[in-house]
């Protein structure tokens, strides 16, 4: 699927007319049809809109042709997962292309005319909105992934199962996902900005022909690297306590694992003693007062006896 977008004034409207200057396609899942057909009507290389289509493709820049492509790695939640996904940003001389295996909560406050100051033919300014507006989506996540870790954390306390814990290993791979993902987008945002910064920006291996940039994109793409790093500098911190709180929980539930054990150890053997003397009064061959009408309540008197002193003992010792 591809709907193609562009600015009448303020207002963002869906034109479906593809290659029209100053506009902005955007890919989602396409179809070999679709993307032969965007390949036919723009004249893109037909790598670039395969590449982010890829789940393990990497942040990078390419070349080509005359157009630019820029991956980027985007958090998106997968029943209740987090994951990270490439999305792929295609800049020509005309048009700007935004290509991903799902539809990004990112992107949808562009089309819906909910981003202040996004216009379809600055693709320049476009492209760092993206990347800003992908930062603050890493450190929401983030949050998130911290109130969960602390909400599980609660429940360990006096946890004995290993269900918390699978919960927890979740949360550490999404952040290790994170983490270098958005590692990998900082080298991308920071080749954008020593490319601008250079004097032989070919030298880069970027054609700054189709990225240009002005001072407030460079105040702006600052402002990204800034958030970026943040975000990474988050996702290293909550992935290291993470890692310890794991570490910690699996002990406490070891421990609690042992006290329920050494609980009906004792229960065992206390209730072991009174078996033994019924056993032992239950033997078919002569036993003491075995003819006293009060043998019966004798040796439950002496069971219970025998019972509280152990578990009097259990006690003392800290056993029970």
């Known amino acids: 699927m591809f709907r193609v977008y562009k600015n009448l004034g303020e207002r963002i409207l869906e034109t479906g007319l593809l290659g029209e200057k100053g506009s902005w396609v955007n890919m989602v899942n396409p179809t070999p049809e679709e993307i032969e057909e965007v390949v036919r009507c723009i004249g893109l290389p037909r790598d670039f809109l395969e590449y982010p289509l ?6 990078r820049i390419e070349v080509e042709e005359g ?18 996904l490439p999305l792929g940003i295609i800049i020509t001389e005309n048009i700007i292309l935004t290509v991903c295996l799902e539809e990004l909560d990112i992107l949808s406050d562009f089309y819906s005319g909910r981003m202040r100051g996004f216009y379809t033919f600055k693709k320049t300014r476009f492209l760092l909105q993206i990347f800003y507006k992908t930062a603050l989506q890493y450190l929401r996540y983030l949050r998130q992934i911290d109130k969960k870790s602390e909400e599980i954390q609660l429940r360990l306390h006096r946890s004995t199962q290993n269900e918390e814990l699978i919960r927890l290993l979740g949360l550490q791979k999404s ?26 920006a070919e030298a880069l291996g970027l054609n700054t022909g ?17 958030e970026n790093k943040q975000a990474l500098e988050m996702s290293d911190i909550y992935a290291q306590i993470l890692s310890s709180t794991m570490d910690a929980y699996a ?12 609980f009906l150890t004792s229960v ?53």
């Open 54 to 59: 890829d789940e393990e493709e990497s942040s």
């Open 67 to 84: 157009s630019v492509l820029i991956i980027i790695r985007v958090p998106v939640i997968r029943d209740s997962i987090y994951d990270t």
């Open 175 to 200: 952040l290790v996902y994170f983490t270098t993902s958005l590692r990998a987008n900082q080298v991308v945002m920071e080749k954008l900005l020593k490319s601008h910064l250079a004097k032989d």
């Open 210 to 226: 189709l990225i240009k940039m002005y001072a407030e994109d460079e105040d702006l793409l600052e402002d990204v690297i800034i």
């Open 251 to 262: 002990s406490v539930i070891s421990n609690n694992l042992n006290i329920v054990m050494k």
């Open 268 to 320: 065992t053997i206390i209730l072991m003693i009174p078996t033994m003397l019924f056993s032992l009064y239950g033997m078919n061959v002569e036993l003491p007062y075995q003819h006293s009408p009060l043998a019966f309540w004798g040796i439950i008197l002496l069971s219970v006896i025998f019972a509280i002193f152990v578990l009097l003992v259990f006690r003392k010792r800290n056993m029970l």
